[in-house]
């Protein structure tokens, strides 16, 4: 059941949802020809008004911190069956860069933006795999750090993740900033094979393999995952 809730000036869409037990919010940023528009999304169980209200009260203000993010940053719009983005630049998808994703684009024949859309986020998890993983066993064998296994995967979040499994995620979204802001989230995550933490020792880690590791680091951090 979806609903309009308007708290203090925020129109915020209520999913009720009968199979969780605890409630979410989200920002979400719309693409659209206004680029910093947001949605703001509230999911819970069967709960009663006065817990939504209590909720949304004590989350205000993080949820326009979030809004005022978007709206400094917001998301790049795709021109659908135009271009691609690689390494920090914007290509032609008549480059052969992007050879793959036309080819794919040119099997299904559609205009259906979310097959298309699809197509883009199969393209980039594919490049991301070509490239990402024997950079990822490179650093990884001139650290002396090896992992139990890699996997690819479209994150909202955060760039990358490492578990206590020793098994790195990286974001296949990573495919689209510099080389070097993919070089310093794949050592920032083989660096957490050793350190769990973000400590002194953790950041010399880094710091040993990546020139520039704190500019790199600020950057990154005003980057937008997607």
């Known amino acids: 059941m979806n609903s309009n809730i308007v708290f203090n000036g925020l129109t915020i869409e209520h999913i009720v949802k009968k199979g969780i037990k605890n409630s979410y919010i989200s920002v979400k940023p719309i693409l659209n020809e206004e680029l910093n528009h947001s949605k703001i999304i509230l999911k819970t169980p069967l709960v009663s008004q006065s817990f939504i209200q209590n909720l949304l009260q004590e989350k205000e203000s993080w949820i326009r911190k979030q809004l005022l993010k978007v709206q400094k940053n917001p998301p790049k719009k795709i021109n659908l069956e135009d271009e691609v983005e690689l390494f920090g630049e914007i290509y032609s998808i008549d480059t052969d860069e992007a050879f793959l994703l036309?080819?794919?684009?040119?099997?299904?024949?559609t205009t259906n933006e979310t097959k298309i859309l699809r197509c883009y986020d199969e393209f980039y998890k594919q490049y991301a795999k070509n490239y990402l993983e024997p950079r990822l066993e490179y650093f990884s064998n001139i650290m002396c750090l090896p992992y139990n296994e890699v996997k690819f995967k479209k994150m909202r979040s955060r760039w990358?993740?490492?578990s206590s499994l020793r098994v790195i995620t990286l974001n296949t979204e990573l495919i689209k900033v510099k080389k070097e802001f993919i070089d310093y989230v794949l050592v920032h995550e083989l660096a957490h094979l050793v350190h769990m933490n973000h400590s002194k020792s953790f950041h010399d880690l880094v710091d040993k393999y990546i020139k520039?590791?704190?500019l790199i680091?600020?950057?990154?951090?005003?980057?937008?995952v997607f």
Do not use: F
């Open 160 to 162: 990358g993740s490492c």
């Open 217 to 224: 680091r600020k950057e990154i951090k005003n980057t937008r």
């Open 212 to 214: 520039n590791s704190k």
């Open 102 to 109: 036309r080819e794919r684009l040119e099997k299904i024949k």
